[in-house]
């Protein structure tokens, strides 16, 4: 088994974050949660994109989606969301042949071997009989995995399972709306790192380490904690008091998870001669190599109808994804101990030139650069606009089905550009743990459905099941034959070795400091960067506005001692 052990190469792994807080004068608790709502959405949520319910798999829905790429001409592209199931193709790929399409056909784990496994745990599985337990979660692909499978645990525990899932934002109010009132009616819900932040300051979730380490409800040989990617669990931790993650209590088990690669159009890169493990390896080459690739599409009259690159512009998302790669690739952090910001040291200039550099050797307009969301990124490289990108891991299978890409077969990916002190990226999971106000009894029954869900055999069958557009967080599943055959051709054949890769190596805690004002910092990091690509600012100008904003709010909210 892997053990997801860091590479000899330097990065910015699970780093310590900034300081304890010594006096708080925050927003109120609604408005805090409110924003993590949106940085949910922003930092992690993907989850509208791609989610599609398991009764409409089989169904094939249109959308025409209409975007200007410059000021004279308009792109139109075709968009589907899925298609009937086929057999995955597993012929290998070459630099010449596009790869087979990938479109997952069904669950590769049968019933039967979920029971089999159950059955050899150390667990009481029918304990909690007769118990009613209401999980109440976003819609994800993950949970469209999950539901069809509920039926077995229904019947080998006699716990009666209730699951809504709805969309990110609606999810997010009506649970802020519970904990506040204080009459949580839910047994289980969803979460990811920044809602843990949130709802645990205020004492509204229950820490699951008691869970995890009783014997008579938790086998630890079947359960396997290990097996789980070192990184997933790292975001599941959350200190109350130092603000820290990866320590202190365990909220939440990890079910899906993202990390984030280089994606790039293998037969443009191959035409013009470029290679993505030389040319596109090292941020301080990227802009460079952006401008060699603007000039050859010009010199061909393709630019205005492609463009070289293609990355998150828009307000906030500028300061997302592809940022967290550049903070690693110099070793950054937004404070020092004393949370005083970093903003005006030079590798922080020099890493922020690179970035906003690379926007304005792309060629595009700057008001399409600044209407570029991770929803219009995606389209980009599906409709045939863009060459690369650096993006989400779990965008794969859309570029790679014919149905959703007119560019499948054609696109590779790599590993996210090194900086000069290492390789990295954030991650991003969601998982599922418990409100705290809720009874004991009920806890324990729904902390048996937690511990089946993300156990090694069940995240194995949600990863191989059709509406499988997420990462799985265990290394079992990542071994598994089954899963790899599945993902065999996906890119190239490109993206099972490199997104490994990033997640044994390179992927890490949140990279933002876990604090209830990160919008605000984003949201104020985005107006100077975007005066930086317009040119109405030099990188310097940008950064000490920033750092004087960020002060400013840091003391407001009362970080630091008069």
């Known amino acids: 088994m892997m053990s997801g052990k860091k590479g000899e190469e330097k990065h910015c792994s699970v780093r310590e974050k900034e300081g304890r807080i010594t006096r708080r004068q925050a927003v109120s608790t609604a408005v805090k949660v409110a924003a993590a709502g949106v940085i949910g959405l922003v930092v992690g949520g993907v989850a509208g994109y791609f989610a599609k319910p398991p009764e409409v798999i089989e169904k094939i829905k249109t959308e025409t989606v209409t975007r200007t790429v410059t000021q004279t001409k308009t792109v139109t592209s075709t968009v589907t969301a899925t298609t009937s199931p086929t057999t995955t193709t597993t012929t290998p790929a070459t630099t010449t042949t596009p790869a087979a399409p990938f479109i997952p056909t069904k669950y590769l784990v049968s019933e039967e071997e979920i029971v089999k496994s159950m059955r050899e745990a150390n667990i009481n599985w029918r304990a909690y009989e007769g118990e009613e337990i209401y999980v109440f979660t976003l819609t994800f692909p993950w949970v469209d995995a999950i539901k069809p499978l509920i039926p077995i645990f229904e019947r080998e525990t006699g716990i009666k399972v209730t699951w809504d899932a709805v969309a990110e934002m609606e999810w997010g109010d009506k649970v802020n709306t519970a904990f506040a009132a204080g009459t949580i009616p839910y047994t289980g819900i969803s979460l990811g790192p920044i809602y843990t932040w949130q709802w645990a300051g205020p004492g509204w979730l229950e820490p699951l380490d008691d869970y995890l380490h009783n014997d008579k409800l938790t086998d630890p ?94 307000r906030i998302f500028i300061t997302t994804e592809v940022l967290t790669t550049i903070m690693q690739g110099w070793n950054l952090t937004f404070f020092d101990e004393n949370w005083k910001p970093r903003f005006l040291e030079p590798d922080w200039i020099e890493a922020m030139d690179v970035y906003l550099r690379t926007f304005k050797e792309s060629g595009q307009p700057v008001s399409r650069i600044f209407q570029t969301s991770f929803y219009d990124v995606a389209q980009d490289i599906q409709s045939g606009i863009a060459l690369s990108t650096i993006d989400i891991s779990l965008d794969a299978p859309l570029f790679d089905n014919p149905a959703t890409s007119k560019v499948a077969g054609k696109v590779g990916c790599y590993l996210v550009p090194r900086g000069p002190k290492g390789r990295g990226s954030r991650i991003w999971v969601w998982g599922l743990g418990m409100p705290k106000n809720i009874p004991q009894k009920k806890k324990e029954a729904t902390w048996l459905f937690i511990e089946w869900v993300t156990s090694p055999v069940v995240t194995k069958a949600c990863a191989l099941c059709p509406a499988m557009s997420f990462d799985p967080c265990r290394f079992s599943t990542w071994e598994d034959e089954r899963f790899k055959n599945l993902v065999s051709t996906l890119l190239r054949g490109e993206w099972y070795p490199y997104t490994l890769e990033m997640y044994s190596k390179y992927t890490d805690g949140s990279v933002y400091p876990t604090i209830p004002e990160l919008l605000s910092i984003m949201d104020i990091m985005s107006g100077p960067m975007q005066d930086v690509i317009a040119g109405k600012l030099t990188t310097e100008e940008a950064m000490k506005q920033i750092y004087d904003a960020v002060y400013d709010l840091m003391k407001t909210a009362g970080y630091y001692k008069e």
């Not at 997933?232 to 993650?245: C, L, P």
């Not at 990866?246 to 088990?253: A, E, I, L, R, S």
């Not at 159009?265 to 060699?292: I, L, T």
Request: no cysteine.
């Open 221 to 314: 040989d079947w359960f396997n904690y290990d097996d789980f990617i070192p990184a997933t669990t790292y975001v599941s931790r959350w200190d109350r008091e130092t603000k820290k993650e990866g320590t202190g209590p365990t909220y939440f088990m990890p079910g899906s998870s993202l990390t984030n690669l280089f994606f790039y159009r293998a037969d443009m890169f191959e035409k013009y001669g470029f290679d993505p493990k030389k040319d596109f390896d090292y941020w301080p080459d990227v802009p460079d190599k952006v401008a060699e690739l603007r000039k050859a599409l010009e010199k061909d009259g393709l630019l205005g109808q492609m463009y070289p690159i293609t990355l998150r512009g828009i």
